[in-house]
């Protein structure tokens, strides 16, 4: 029997409707393993600055701090999407709660369920078997450097940068995972054009010479794009900075089926956060359409990454997989062959996948 006190960040749009699955799931397992959690709960994004004025409020701040994981929603409203000159922004709580919990490592992993081969737009003989971990750096590069504007305001800028210290830290946590599975790394840049990606690749290069046994290949961002839908198995762990790891495992999503498929876990030195790679879609905020499994499965990168329950971890994931093999989807991962009857909003879904906890 374990004791853990879980913060719960269901932030904006969906990411209040997918947490909530995420969090009944977190119930069911420790009530079936015996474990003692705790939860509280916390404001983030458009919610904490309608209520405080602040994206990140100090007591969230506090909160994650003082808990064993965070499980985390979404950030983001239509309103500042459309609106460039708001200076007060969800997204600047997710950053700055990423940088304050050092949370420099974001793990991604591309897992295809066989169930959904047909969900993806990619050819099925292309994609069965494929199976990757992202390795994105999530506190430096042009998210966190100098940015401004100048010439009365008509020229903007965004600056990249990378320490040795910060690529060599991510680097070594892709090259140990890689151990453990098939000991193949990709390691993305675009070192023909960017200063900070040739340093990059010179710390990745000397990293490689501590782990002979890893091959290591390395590639420009614009032919990974390329070449993660061509031929998606020829992938297995990979390792990028920030900027290009948001838009690669975005476009990976669709190797797995649907951004509602895609759980995360950003891990540093302190507290874990577990978030879906998805957003806050408010195209389909309010009518029960979203899919929770991205919740679900950042549940059990949770209970694995940050709990060490491996034996709870899997029986999440078995849970979502049986759920799929008994044919249920949500609108997202449905396709022409679903039957109707089997295509279920966030909560029936969720509730289907609790009872095969
Ligand atoms: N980690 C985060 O909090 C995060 C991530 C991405 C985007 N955002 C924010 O979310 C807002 C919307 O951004 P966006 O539209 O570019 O990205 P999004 O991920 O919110 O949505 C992209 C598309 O995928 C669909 N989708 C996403 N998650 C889904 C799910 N669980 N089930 C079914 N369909 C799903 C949406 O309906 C939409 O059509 C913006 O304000 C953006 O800044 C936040
Ligand atoms: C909302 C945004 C700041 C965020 C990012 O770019 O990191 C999101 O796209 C993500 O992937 O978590
Ligand atoms: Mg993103």
Same mark, same amino acid.
């Given at each position: 029997m374990a004791k853990k006190h879980i913060l719960i960040v269901p932030g904006d749009g969906i990411g209040q409707e997918v947490t909530e699955v995420g969090k009944k799931v977190l119930e069911k397992i420790a009530a079936k393993f015996g474990h003692d959690f705790t939860y509280d709960e916390a404001l983030i994004g458009h919610v904490a600055i309608e209520a $405080? +004025?602040?994206?990140? @409020?100090a007591e969230t701040l506090v909160k994650m701090k003082a808990s064993d994981a965070v499980l985390f929603g979404a950030v983001g409203h239509p309103k500042y999407d459309n609106d460039p000159s708001a200076k007060v922004r969800p997204e600047q709580g997710l950053l700055k709660m990423r940088k304050e919990l050092g949370l420099y490592a974001n793990l991604r992993p591309i897992k295809l369920f066989d169930e959904l081969l047909s969900a993806s737009s990619i050819k099925p003989e292309i994609l069965k078997g494929a199976d990757i971990l992202f390795f994105r750096e999530l $506190? +430096?590069?042009?998210? !966190?450097g100098e940015k401004g504007r100048k010439n009365n305001g008509d020229t903007a800028y965004d600056v990249a940068e990378y320490s040795r210290y910060e690529v060599e830290r991510i680097g070594r946590k892709a090259f140990e995972a890689a151990r453990t599975r098939k000991k193949h790394l990709v390691s993305v840049d675009k070192a023909n054009v960017l200063e900070s990606s040739r340093l990059w690749r010179e710390e990745i290069q000397k990293l490689a010479l501590e782990y002979p046994d890893v091959t290591v290949e390395y590639q420009f961002v614009d032919a990974t794009a390329m070449l993660l839908i061509k031929d @998606?198995?020829?992938?297995?762990v990979v390792v990028t900075a920030n900027l290009f790891g948001d838009i690669l495992t975005d476009e990976a999503s669709q190797i797995a089926g649907?951004?509602?498929m895609l759980a995360s876990a950003s891990i540093g030195d302190g507290t874990g956060v577990y978030e879906p790679i998805h957003g806050s879609a408010h195209d389909i905020t309010g009518k029960g359409l979203a899919n929770p499994m991205a919740s679900v499965l950042s549940a059990a990168l949770l209970l694995d990454?940050? !709990? +060490?329950?491996k034996a709870e971890s899997e029986a999440v994931i078995n849970a979502v997989d049986q759920v799929l093999k008994k044919g249920y989807r949500t609108g997202d991962i449905a396709d022409a062959s679903t039957d109707k009857s089997l295509i279920l909003g966030t909560d029936a879904i969720g509730e289907e996948i609790l009872k095969l906890i």
């Amino acid at each position: 029997m374990a004791k853990k006190h879980i913060l719960i960040v269901p932030g904006d749009g969906i990411g209040q409707e997918v947490t909530e699955v995420g969090k009944k799931v977190l119930e069911k397992i420790a009530a079936k393993f015996g474990h003692d959690f705790t939860y509280d709960e916390a404001l983030i994004g458009h919610v904490a600055i309608e209520a $405080t +004025g602040d994206a990140l @409020p100090a007591e969230t701040l506090v909160k994650m701090k003082a808990s064993d994981a965070v499980l985390f929603g979404a950030v983001g409203h239509p309103k500042y999407d459309n609106d460039p000159s708001a200076k007060v922004r969800p997204e600047q709580g997710l950053l700055k709660m990423r940088k304050e919990l050092g949370l420099y490592a974001n793990l991604r992993p591309i897992k295809l369920f066989d169930e959904l081969l047909s969900a993806s737009s990619i050819k099925p003989e292309i994609l069965k078997g494929a199976d990757i971990l992202f390795f994105r750096e999530l $506190t +430096g590069d042009i998210y !966190f450097g100098e940015k401004g504007r100048k010439n009365n305001g008509d020229t903007a800028y965004d600056v990249a940068e990378y320490s040795r210290y910060e690529v060599e830290r991510i680097g070594r946590k892709a090259f140990e995972a890689a151990r453990t599975r098939k000991k193949h790394l990709v390691s993305v840049d675009k070192a023909n054009v960017l200063e900070s990606s040739r340093l990059w690749r010179e710390e990745i290069q000397k990293l490689a010479l501590e782990y002979p046994d890893v091959t290591v290949e390395y590639q420009f961002v614009d032919a990974t794009a390329m070449l993660l839908i061509k031929d @998606p198995k020829r992938f297995d762990v990979v390792v990028t900075a920030n900027l290009f790891g948001d838009i690669l495992t975005d476009e990976a999503s669709q190797i797995a089926g649907s951004m509602g498929m895609l759980a995360s876990a950003s891990i540093g030195d302190g507290t874990g956060v577990y978030e879906p790679i998805h957003g806050s879609a408010h195209d389909i905020t309010g009518k029960g359409l979203a899919n929770p499994m991205a919740s679900v499965l950042s549940a059990a990168l949770l209970l694995d990454i940050s !709990f +060490g329950m491996k034996a709870e971890s899997e029986a999440v994931i078995n849970a979502v997989d049986q759920v799929l093999k008994k044919g249920y989807r949500t609108g997202d991962i449905a396709d022409a062959s679903t039957d109707k009857s089997l295509i279920l909003g966030t909560d029936a879904i969720g509730e289907e996948i609790l009872k095969l906890i």
